[in-house]
């Protein structure tokens, strides 16, 4: 997310990782071009309106640098309401458009429109006997509902995007946790053991030797 006004950054980025999303936060361009060259971000929520420079360059850049690591997805979250603005912004690579003041609901029902769009899939993920419904943040392994906390559900949500892959912890860390998470911390295995236990038996993920870990992608 990169946005200059820290309050509403503040409000937003609290929300989202209630609804189990990984926030990066910048609030100049400066510090998102820092952050898009070590991150490939699934959603970029960007303002136009910043303190060094205007953020509808920044989305043209990133068309084109290959310093940058493009977002799978943009949305251009912004008080510019014209519509000559939201144009301007859909034809320099938005992929959506969000005028503020907007409800918190709206942007989440979005960024999961953007995110069924890049996946080709709807609200409900399923490999083998495992769903999850991110809409209505519940997963269930056959007939029982899995109880689980939002990190559990948010790593399970990014394994299921890709069954059968194998996952470093540095994939986990870079989508299931945000920037300030220590690379050296033993929070990736200890919130994947307990998933791994709420799945049940037989397991369900399995550990990959020396190069991480895979969710097996039952027929």
């Known amino acids: 997310m990169v946005e200059d006004d820290a309050d509403l950054a ?5 929300g989202l990782r209630n609804e189990s999303y990984a926030v990066d936060h910048a609030a100049t361009r400066a510090a998102a071009e820092e952050l898009l060259v070590a991150t490939t971000y699934d959603v970029a929520c960007l303002d136009l309106g910043l303190p060094d420079g205007d953020g509808l360059e920044l989305l043209r850049r990133l068309g084109g640098d290959s310093v940058l690591r493009r977002p799978r997805r943009t949305l251009v979250l912004t008080a510019r ?19 503020k003041p907007f409800h918190f609901a709206e942007l989440v029902a979005r960024l999961r429109a953007l995110g069924r769009r890049a996946d080709e899939a ?26 689980l906390t939002a990190r559990e559900f948010s790593l399970l949500r990014y394994f299921m995007h890709h069954p059968g892959e194998v996952l470093s912890a540095e994939d986990l860390l870079d989508h299931v946790w945000d920037v300030n998470a220590d690379p050296f911390t033993t929070s990736v295995r200890v919130i994947l053991s307990r998933l791994r236990r709420k799945l049940g038996q037989p397991p369900l993920i399995e550990t990959v030797t020396g190069a991480g870990y895979r969710l097996r992608a039952a027929p």
């Open 10 to 14: 503040d409000v937003v980025a609290l």
């Open 81 to 99: 309401d014209a519509v000559d603005d939201r144009v301007a912004g859909l034809d320099a690579g938005a992929d959506d458009y969000l005028v």
């Open 122 to 147: 709807g609200s409900t993920l399923r490999v083998g006997e495992l769903g999850l419904d991110q809409a209505a943040h519940r997963a269930w392994r056959g007939d029982a509902e899995l109880r």
